[in-house]
Every structure is written in structure tokens, then in C-alpha cells.
T-cell receptor
Framework: GAVVSQHPSWVICKSGTSVKIECRSLDFQATTMFWYRQFPKQSLMLMAT?????????EQGVEKDKFLINHASLTLSTLTVTSAHPEDSSFYIC????????????FGPGTRLTVT | GEDVEQSLFLSVREGDSSVINCTYT??????LYWYKQEPGAGLQLLTY?????DMKQDQRLTVLLNKKDKHLSLRIADTQTGDSAIYFCAVLDNYGQNFVFGPGTRLSVLP
């Protein structure tokens, strides 16, 4: 089946620093990639949608200057959390949609970010 | 917008069948999905159904769709301890762009 990888799987950083999370579709090309945030025992909250080569579309309430998304190719998207604060600590999950029109969407294993 | 609801908890005994229910509000939803999330992991796509189907079966999994009542269910036959996880129902919104997730149902399988 389709595989989406994320790197790193977990990261601890100090307040004020920036963290980059990579999301790759390993065996397929993705028309669209999505970034979600999940708080403990809660469902996924969509942060932004990105299409290759164009600017990401952010959901209401998500700061685009804080969560920078770059979708460089059909297999790679990155999320950079800039000037991280403890409230940014969360589980970040990326997802990629198969470029086939069947709307199959696969999720990465997630990245746990802890800001101290 | 679309609203997706699920019961939050379900406990079953090993070997029994599990039925996880989901309701949604937008009747124009075209694709409906079930995902499984184990602790500390991402989401695993279990199955999905197109809105013109009533039922889809894949090994131990059976998905039933009642489009009139906007009700989706996932039945897991012969439930095993490895099936313990959170199961998310997701619906593709009527723009065909974004998923709307339910809150997730935590399935506990008792020995």
C-alpha cells in the first residue's frame, strides 16, 4: 500500500527555536498534502493544505507566519514551526492524497514535538 | 459545514464482533473512510466506501452505509486484542477537498 513517512518521529526543542518536519510520499506522487495537529485524546485538526508548487491554504486560526509550509515536489512537503513555544507542543501528522482521483489519502506516522 | 459524530468508547470481548458507528450531516458527501490509530502512531487507512455503495466487505471488516440516515458503520468480525485502537470515521467534504474527522471511537478488546 501507499506509504507516507515523516521525519523526525519526535523532537524536543527549546522555546524560541525553529523546528522543521519533513513529510514524504515514498511510493506515489501526491497531488495534495495536508498537515494536521492532534492534541492528546482528541481528533485531528487540519492546519493547512498544500499543492505542489503553490502556496499553502491555511485553516482559520492557524498562523501562516508561524507554521511555514513548503511543498517542493510531488513527494515532499515540509512544516517549519518558527519561534516555537510550549503551547506548540503537539503531535503533528501529515497526509498525502494519491494522484489518481480516487481520493485515497494516507497518513504519516506523526511527529511528536515537545517545546521546553 | 460538515459535522461527523461517533460514540467515544466501545468495549468488546475477544472473539466477538465490534460495531463502530458514525453519523454525518452533509448528504452530498461522496467518500467515507475508516482509519485506525494505535497509540503514538499515525492513521492507518482501513477501508473507504463511495456514496453509491451500501456495503463493502474486506476480510474481517464490513462497512455499511445508510445514505438516507447519513449513518456509517464499521463491523469487525472476530475481534482480536490487536484491534484495540482508536477508530476514526472521516468524510470527504462536498468540495472534494478536505476530510472532516469524527472524534474517534476508542475500542478496547477484553480477553
Amino acid at each position: 500500500g501507499a506509504v507516507v513517512s515523516q521525519h523526525p518521529s519526535w523532537v524536543i526543542c527549546k522555546s524560541g527555536t525553529s523546528v522543521k518536519i519533513e513529510c514524504r510520499s515514498l511510493d506515489f506522487q501526491a497531488t495534495t498534502m495536508f498537515w494536521y495537529r492532534q492534541f492528546p485524546k482528541q481528533s485531528l485538526m487540519l492546519m493547512a493544505t498544500s499543492n505542489e508548487g503553490s502556496k499553502a491554504t491555511y485553516e482559520q486560526g492557524v498562523e501562516k507566519d508561524k507554521f511555514l509550509i513548503n511543498h517542493a515536489s510531488l513527494t515532499l512537503s515540509t512544516l517549519t514551526v518558527t519561534s516555537a513555544h510550549p503551547e506548540d507542543s503537539s503531535f503533528y501528522i501529515c497526509s498525502a492524497r494519491v494522484r489518481s482521483g480516487t481520493y485515497e489519502q494516507y497518513f504519516g506516522p506523526g511527529t511528536r514535538l515537545t517545546v521546553t | 459545514g460538515e459535522d461527523v459524530e461517533q460514540s467515544l468508547f466501545l468495549s468488546v470481548r475477544e472473539g466477538d464482533s465490534s460495531v463502530i458507528n458514525c453519523t454525518y450531516t452533509d448528504s452530498s458527501s461522496t467518500y467515507l473512510y475508516w482509519y485506525k490509530q494505535e497509540p503514538g502512531a499515525g492513521l492507518q487507512l482501513l477501508t473507504y466506501i463511495f456514496s453509491n455503495m451500501d456495503m463493502k466487505q474486506d476480510q474481517r471488516l464490513t462497512v455499511l452505509l445508510n445514505k438516507k440516515d447519513k449513518h456509517l458503520s464499521l463491523r469487525i468480525a472476530d475481534t482480536q486484542t490487536g484491534d484495540s485502537a482508536i477508530y476514526f470515521c472521516a468524510v470527504l467534504d462536498n468540495y472534494g477537498q478536505n476530510f472532516v474527522f469524527g472524534p474517534g471511537t476508542r475500542l478496547s478488546v477484553l480477553p
